[in-house]
């Protein structure tokens, strides 16, 4: 380092004192040569020598306190070398860059290099990248790695070298140059971290377990048998617990409560809970399979918090079709299984509570507002017109939110529109919603239980009665200040649901021609003109539908496509690749069509009509999102794929939608997402 060395602060004045100190004396001298002449001459020669050997001392002691200074500083630093080289935890000084410039024993010890190791710190341990560096804004960053066997909480300390320089009060260095060193500590917390997983895998996992289809698969086998195939049911479900230190116990003919160590619950993740196939298979003779669905909570402040998690999750795994376990851990919901098809529950008496429940809180306000998701589709659309008629059969304000109606719902929507049997303020924006909604409207959500897609989500927040009816299954976005929720993932549309629920909303009620129209398109579209997951429920809905007068023929005349949508859709089917032999893929060209999102939705549905499709997937470019229609018929969940992908839906029919994608990158994620699936078994 270059530069000039010279004495400075507390040791510069304190050598300098007997200088100071001969200014003193000389003013005394003069003040003597006033009193007498004589004792000011003797004085002056008294001065004189004493300056004389002031200037000889400072002069030829000055380098010698310099070199003393010197001495004791190198050893006193040799001292400290000595300290930190025998230190008990590994410590490095590191440049800038991360060169390594100096190591104790310890550090020379844990990793096998000597002092002569000078190269990046990053070829030993290579966790600790240029990026982790403490920069110019940094002065201590931490971070947790591993090397070897043994984890580390690593400690990197800036050390400036100018500053340090510059706060010497001993010495002045000129000309520095800009540099800065940088300390490493690492600190072994192998045996704390131990401690925390143990403490971890020990800590309080509830549950809750139901058969799904208890009744169903009961009757479905002879009288003498059925105690049997209970017992065989709770056998498994005890051994398969106790086998990982569980505990099960029976609360009623069909549900269970679990308590087990976290430990477990890790234990069942990795086997992906293969329970939910072990119980499919017992066979004793039913012609319906049993499945069960779980909800384990977790990670909670609690023992009571755990539980309530535990309700949480088995509330989300039965509102998404049942055969599954969902997983509350903390806020984080994992799901696993969910394969099968929901078998349809035959009896009407959940409908009909559900039907005087909404009756009630209807009659308590004034009006009624109706949305459903963003790009109204036709189920949507049929859905919020039976709400409608069935706030009109009150004498309530209703309205219902579409912003921007699109090609598939034009035609169903000019019926109403300029009708003088209708108000005209019947169909209402966003903007126009707000103004109406407030604490004496009833908010009705079809076709949606998500709050980012709904029509208008502020609506969520400006009334306390909303009331919620969908038929695709929950994910862990919901409406959560709902007081009536009918969710029923086992209904082919809203519009389903919507048709029971007017049976039993009023005595004689009147729905107009119409509206049956719309309600029973809904549910044609939803079902694919009756081919996909349709039950006994849905042809009776649309018998009572029939009753009202709908119009199969009108219907279809109001749903024939313009020549555009035709071919795009043609255009998809005839550009569809197959991924993995059995994953049809492909994208719906969107120039030109009013709605490509419910082409690409028609070409989905038509490519299942390949031999050897399992499922298919069809891409739309709409308005700088990419829009993906997912469809399957059996074999392969749907919904799963898409809530890997940010979305959701039934079994058989799902979607995502993925914003600053291009259509390449997105196909790409969707063959990924179905790669890793596949591997891991999921699919």
């Known amino acids: 380092m270059n530069g000039r060395i010279k004495l400075s602060g507390p040791l510069k004045s304190y050598l300098n004192w007997p200088i100071t100190l001969s200014v003193l004396m000389i003013i005394m001298n003069i003040a003597v040569y006033f009193i007498n002449v004589r004792a000011g001459t003797l004085v002056s020669f008294f001065v004189a020598a004493y300056i ?218 990795e086997q992906k809970f293969n329970i939910l196939e072990d119980i499919k298979n017992v066979n004793i003779g039913n012609e319906m399979s049993v499945t069960i669905s779980m909800g384990l909570g977790a990670h909670a402040d609690t023992y009571a918090q755990t539980a309530e998690y535990a309700r949480v999750a088995i509330e989300l795994a039965l509102g998404r079709g049942g055969d599954q376990v969902v997983i509350k851990d903390g806020d984080q919901i994992s799901y696993y299984g969910g394969k099968s098809q929901m078998v349809e529950k035959t009896t009407r008496v959940k409908a009909r509570v559900k039907a005087h429940a909404l009756k009630e809180f209807m009659s308590q306000k004034d009006n009624v507002v109706v949305m459903g998701h963003k790009i109204t589709d036709v189920d949507t659309f049929g859905a919020a017109i039976g709400i409608y008629r069935a706030a009109k059969t009150l004498n309530k304000k209703a309205y219902i939110v579409i912003n921007n109606a699109t090609s598939s719902i034009r035609p169903l929507m000019d019926e109403f529109i300029n009708n003088p049997d209708y108000d005209p303020h019947m169909f209402v924006n966003s903007h126009e919603a707000k103004d109406i909604t407030d604490d004496n409207t ?27 009816l969908d038929h695709h299954r929950q994910s862990s976005e919901v409406i959560k200040n709902a007081v009536l929720s009918y969710i029923e993932p086992y209904a082919s549309s809203a519009c389903e649901m919507v048709a029971e629920v007017l049976q039993y909303f009023a005595d004689g009620i009147r729905i107009r021609n119409i509206e049956a129209d719309s309600i029973y398109a809904g549910i044609m579209i939803d079902t694919n003109n009756f081919m996909t997951k349709t039950g006994v429920r849905t042809f009776e809905a649309a018998a009572f539908l029939r009753r009202c007068g709908a119009d199969v023929t009108r219907v279809r005349k109001l749903f024939r496509e313009n020549a555009e949508d035709y071919r795009a859709r043609g255009e998809a089917i005839r550009n569809a690749e197959l991924f993995r032999k059995c994953y049809a893929i492909s994208v719906c060209p969107a120039e030109g069509l009013e709605s490509p999102t419910v082409v690409g939705a028609q070409a989905a549905n038509e490519l299942l009509n390949i031999v050897g499709v399992k499922a298919s997937f069809v891409m739309t470019d709409y308005k700088d999102m990419i829009y993906i229609s997912a469809r399957a018929i059996d074999e392969v969940n749907v919904q799963i794929i898409m809530e890997r992908m940010g979305g959701g839906g039934h079994l058989n029919i799902a979607g995502s939608q993925l914003k600053g994608y291009t259509v390449r990158e997105a196909i790409d994620y969707l063959k990924q997402t179905l790669q890793e699936m596949i591997d891991g078994g999921d699919i």
């Open 52 to 269: 004389a050997i002031v200037v000889i001392l400072y002069f030829h002691n000055r380098p010698i306190i310099l070199n003393e200074l010197i001495t004791f500083a190198t050893q006193y630093g040799q001292i400290q070398k000595n300290l930190m080289r025998d230190f008990a935890i590994p410590f490095a000084v590191l440049d800038a860059d991360g060169k390594v410039m100096w190591l104790n024993k310890s550090f020379s010890k844990l990793t096998g290099k000597d002092k002569k190791y000078h190269k990046s710190i990053t070829n030993v341990m290579s966790e600790i990248t240029q990026d982790i560096l403490p920069g110019e804004e940094d002065e201590i960053k931490e971070v947790e790695i591993s090397y070897g066997s043994q984890n580390f909480r690593v400690k990197l300390q800036r050390i400036n070298i100018d500053g340090l320089l510059q706060n010497s009060k001993l010495v002045d260095v000129e000309e520095v140059r800009d540099n800065c060193l940088i300390g490493l500590y690492m600190y072994d917390v192998t045996e704390l971290n131990e401690y925390i997983r143990k403490n971890e895998e020990e800590k309080l996992v509830s549950g809750l377990l139901y058969l799904d289809n208890y009744e169903e698969a009961t009757d479905s086998v002879e009288e003498v048998r059925r105690s049997l195939l209970t017992a065989l049911i709770e056998r498994k479900i005890t051994k398969y617990f106790s086998a990982v230190d569980g505990v099960v116990k029976r609360l009623e003919k069909d549900k269970y409560f679990l308590v087990m160590r976290r430990g477990s619950m890790e234990q069942l993740k």
């Open 442 to 468: 009833v908010l009705v959500v079809v076709d949606t239980n998500r709050p980012s897609y709904s029509e208008c989500e502020e609506l969520l927040s400006m009334t306390k009665t909303i009331v919620v």
